[in-house]
């Protein structure tokens, strides 16, 4: 279901934050116009820097993740030329998407009072490192800096004792992205019942903190810190934690009503005799014991691959998942069968595939319309058919290198 048919989005932007947005937008069925300067967003380019050993010709799955569903067009903004036609996409239009720095939107003219000159009542969706205040607003970051560092998500997530946990790629931009997105919507409801035009912004550091709303709200309702997880996972006892069976693999128990769960954890595990052991035969034995209870749970698992956990848990009624990779993650029967896979085409023929954002309507999986584009894949269309430029004014103005 296209919730958002008939809505425009023009993006400025780059990376992932920004972009993360306009695809959830996207995929909700808003017509997205990806404005990109002519040699295209720096996240194109990503694999110039990093490189895998042994991976040649990869595909630039961050590029393909957060840009399908939209359409491109390659403008030079700091060219008159250029920023005129941004007025052009402008008019018309119902959101203007960017997380350009201050300084940049000021030059490009890209503030919100420039561009509701063109559209008076545009929603005007901004997404920052540390927020639009203060003395650190102009300061460029990525989520690694501002949200995993800053915001301390990272620090949440290191055990005790551990290295610092390293941040996955993109892992708060397509978070934060989420969030910018559901703002985006509530504002267009806003803007549809009033007509007002609604500016709107997401911080990396914001997302972060959202993120770990629990760990900061205890310190600022009870003034202490909750303490880090440990290594072997024992602290919220044998039914809250990790553990590693035969093979190598994982499993998670999460039973926040541990009592409730216990003898059926016990006779999937096929540890019945536990029941009646004196050292764990009552609440009170069993949270004093927990260390000596955990390590029973853990020798019984680790001898026996998770498959055979897998095939007696999944009929209990136990709160358990394993600890997938993401090459499981896109087989696993819930993700094929909700649609969270999405196979799309590129303009060469080929396909790739990607997650899909995470809210469905209707019950109706996520439609995949086309993949991430070219640079400059649809300026014909945008301009051309769409805009009524001829072929010869397209021509000259790639000619000057302006457009793409």
């Known amino acids: 279901m296209q919730v958002l048919e008939g809505i425009r989005v023009v993006e400025v932007d780059n990376w992932g934050f920004s972009p993360s947005a306009g695809t959830v937008l996207a995929d909700w069925g808003a017509d997205v116009i990806k404005v990109e300067p002519p040699a295209g967003d720096p996240l194109r380019h990503i694999f110039g820097a990093v490189k895998f050993v042994g991976k040649e010709g990869m595909v630039n799955f ?180 990790w553990y590693e069976c035969a093979d190598g693999k994982r499993l998670v128990f999460t039973m926040l009503q541990p009592e409730r769960y216990y003898p059926s954890a016990l006779a999937a595990l096929e540890l019945d005799w536990v029941l009646t052991d004196e050292r764990f035969d009552s609440p009170e034995k069993r949270a004093a014991a927990s260390d000596s209870l955990h390590t029973v749970f853990s020798e019984q698992i680790a001898s026996q691959p998770r498959q055979h956990w897998a095939d007696r848990l999944n009929p209990s009624d136990v709160v358990w998942a394993p600890v997938q990779s993401p090459t499981e993650y896109i087989e696993d029967v819930q993700v094929v069968a909700n649609g969270y896979i999405l196979t799309t085409e590129r303009a060469d023929g080929s396909t790739v595939r990607v997650q899909t954002s995470p809210a469905q309507f209707n019950n109706e999986p996520i439609v995949a319309r086309w993949a991430a584009p070219d640079v400059g894949q649809h300026t014909d269309t945008i301009l051309g058919s769409e805009r009524g430029w001829d072929d010869a004014r397209l021509a000259a103005a790639r000619a000057a290198g302006w457009l793409t």
């Open 62 to 241: 961050m590029h393909e993740q957060w840009n399908r569903n939209k359409r491109s067009i390659g403008l030079d903004l700091t060219t008159t030329e250029g920023r005129a036609v941004l007025d052009e996409l402008l008019v018309g239009a119902d959101v203007f998407l960017t997380n350009y720095l201050p300084d940049l939107r000021a030059r490009l003219r890209l503030l919100p009072d420039d561009v509701r000159a063109v559209q008076p009542d545009l929603v005007y969706a901004l997404a920052t490192g540390q927020g639009s205040r203060g003395p650190d607003a102009a300061k460029p970051s990525f989520d690694y800096v501002s949200a995993w560092a800053r915001a301390g998500v990272g620090r949440q997530l290191t055990a005790e004792g551990a290295p610092f946990a390293l941040q996955r790629p993109g892992f708060v931009d397509t978070t934060a992205g989420n969030f910018l997105a559901g703002a985006v919507a509530a504002a267009l409801v806003k803007n549809g019942r009033t007509g007002e035009a609604v500016d709107v912004e997401v911080s990396l550091l914001a997302a972060g903190g959202w993120m770990l709303g629990p760990d900061i709200s205890n310190v600022l309702s009870n003034d202490f810190e909750l303490p880090l997880n440990s290594g072997d996972g024992r602290g919220a006892g044998p039914l809250m934690t």
